[in-house]
């Protein structure tokens, strides 16, 4: 990984005349692959088709509202995935209808690895040829000449993937993606991926009730690896614990919001995307971007397990 003093990664502070107006910089940031800067508080678009991989659809209208009101308040980071949707209703058509020419500094990542049939029935892990198909999707879906991050997203029945990540290398040394990533991963496939060719991003379940791997978070920070939580509140919403309620309270916050500063405080490796069709939501997501815990609140949310 670069390790230059313009690559390495360092916690950031913002500028003071930046937080009026890029709320989302409030959170520091972190350069993934050791180039590439993103807010560490980003934008998850798993949810804009729908609430639930059965629907109801939402409002496309509304999705591209959240987009741009998502950059607006100084997003950079978006995740999504081809296998984002609902009827025909799809999360990379509404990144690209939304922000397409995109900025400069926007960095987009996607998964490939499963795929989703027009019915939405999940078809078996894709092969080589399957995966080399699924990023051109991605390249033509985003309007791309490259993807800035692939990750692999394995299943809980996957075994070794070094196939499969070695044709997304592949792809990588032809200037179709430019950064690598596991996702859903278990240690024995995050350490598979590495031998293969550089990882840039683990992204796995992470919240406070839910810390499989937790060790993989230190192993990301010393490796100059970002760490990207998916479902940072659990799957459904933020978890109603009086723990939560506690530290919101003394902080005049939401529990979602605490949720989201204690992903950002436990390690400088953190980048969180919420997802969210509303755009009161996402202003509330952002916001979270400036809480700051305190060590008895760490604690006290440390100690939180299922």
Known sequence: MPTSEDTTNEPTAPAPTALSTTPAA???????????PVHRLGFGAMRLPAPR???????????????RRAVE????HIDTAAFYFFEDIAANDLIRKALHPYPDDLV?????GPGRLPDGSWTDPADPAELRAAVHRNLRELGRDHLD????????????????????????????????GVSSATPEQFAEAREIAP???????????????????DVCAAQDIAYVPYFPFGGAGAPDLEALRRVAERHGATPAQ????????ISPAMLAIPGTSSPDHLAENVEAAALRLDADDLAELGALRQ
């Open 258 to 265: 605490v949720t989201l500063a204690w992903l950002l405080a």
């Open 53 to 67: 991989w059965e629907g109801p659809a939402h409002d496309p209208a509304r999705g591209i509202e959240v987009l």
């Open 108 to 112: 987009i990542a996607t998964k490939v």
């Open 199 to 217: 990882v840039a991003a683990l992204q796995n379940r992470f919240s406070p009730l839910t810390r499989e791997h937790a060790e993989l978070v």
């Open 149 to 180: 991050l692939v990750y692999l997203r394995f299943l809980t029945t996957d075994g070794p993937g070094g196939d499969r990540f070695a044709t997304l290398a592949a792809l990588r040394d032809e200037g179709l993606i430019r950064h690598l």
């Open 26 to 36: 409030a959170a520091g940031q972190w350069r993934i692959g050791g180039e590439l």
């Open 73 to 76: 308040l100084g997003v950079n």
